[in-house]
């Protein structure tokens, strides 16, 4: 089932599919589209619940987006579909959204997973990130696309061959993917990237904190690594890297059930 929901400053697209116990996939950029793959291989054993966060894609937007907004846009979503509470996986700047709405809307959810988000605040050197961060999205802003994705993936510790971000990046693109990357660029990556976490409050909830097997030594591995040791839990490893889930979901959806299950959310009928 594709709708949509208003909420305050925004319109979000959302999708449901199957029955059973709830489960929410989230990013930020990621769409529903993203998670698309994962979700029908779900769908046989639970409601699967995918959306757009604001500003992407089909959510419409005319205020701002920062983790708590997003975790509050999720939060009413869980609430609206009925079939909580949830287990809210989230990737990437999406992680940061599901850490959000444990400190926020604990009564929503029953667990959170966050793969990999890139808190910057939590290791060492997060405030020379956040600096070289501010760089990056300025000169993606002044038109340096390409060269703002290389910075990216150099701060990412992702190495790229030389020539790929100008194939990737470069000459002519989808519109709506585009102005997705720019909104990201520009309203959504120094909210998630600078966030910090309540540990406090994010202890009264069961959070786990996974990492891709293909991530080590990358800044995602870092952040996640010190998010786990402040929470005092071992960190949980998911096939592939930092978007494992789009890029081999067959491989990521046994892993997932897996973890459901462990968390205590079981199959539907």
Request: hydrophobic content about 45%; proline content about 7%.
């Amino acid at each position: 089932m594709n709708n949509t929901l208003v909420v305050p400053e925004a319109e979000l697209y959302y999708e449901l599919r199957g029955s059973g116990p709830l489960v929410a996939l989230v990013g930020a950029p990621m769409d529903a589209d993203s998670f698309a793959p994962l979700a029908d291989l779900l769908a046989d054993s639970y409601t699967v619940l995918t959306t757009d966060p604001r500003g992407v894609n089909r959510s419409k937007l005319t205020g701002t987006s920062t983790p708590e907004q997003r975790a509050d846009d999720l939060a009413r979503l869980i609430r609206y579909v009925d079939r909580g509470p949830a287990v809210a996986f989230g990737s990437s700047g999406g992680a940061v959204t599901v850490l959000a709405l444990a400190q926020d809307h604990p009564e929503t959810v029953q667990a959170v997973i966050a793969h990999e988000p890139p808190l910057d605040r939590l290791v060492p050197d997060g405030a020379e990130l956040l600096a070289k961060s501010e760089a990056m999205m300025a000169d993606y802003l002044k038109g340096d696309v390409v060269g703002a994705w290389e910075q990216f993936f150099a701060l990412a510790n992702i190495d790229l061959p030389p020539g790929v971000a100008q194939a990737m990046f470069g000459g002519e693109r989808d519109p709506q993917v585009v102005a997705d990357e720019r909104f990201w660029f520009e309203h959504e990556m120094r909210e998630s990237i600078s966030w910090q976490p309540d540990i406090a409050r994010l202890t009264a909830v069961q959070v786990v904190v996974g990492i891709g097997t293909d991530s080590a030594g990358q800044l995602c591995d870092r952040t996640s690594t010190a998010l786990a040791g402040l929470l005092g839990i071992t960190p949980t490893h998911f096939p592939g890297g930092h978007i494992g889930f789009a890029d081999d979901p067959k491989a990521f959806a046994p892993a997932l059930r897996r973890q459901l299950v462990e968390i205590g959310l079981h199959p539907g009928a």
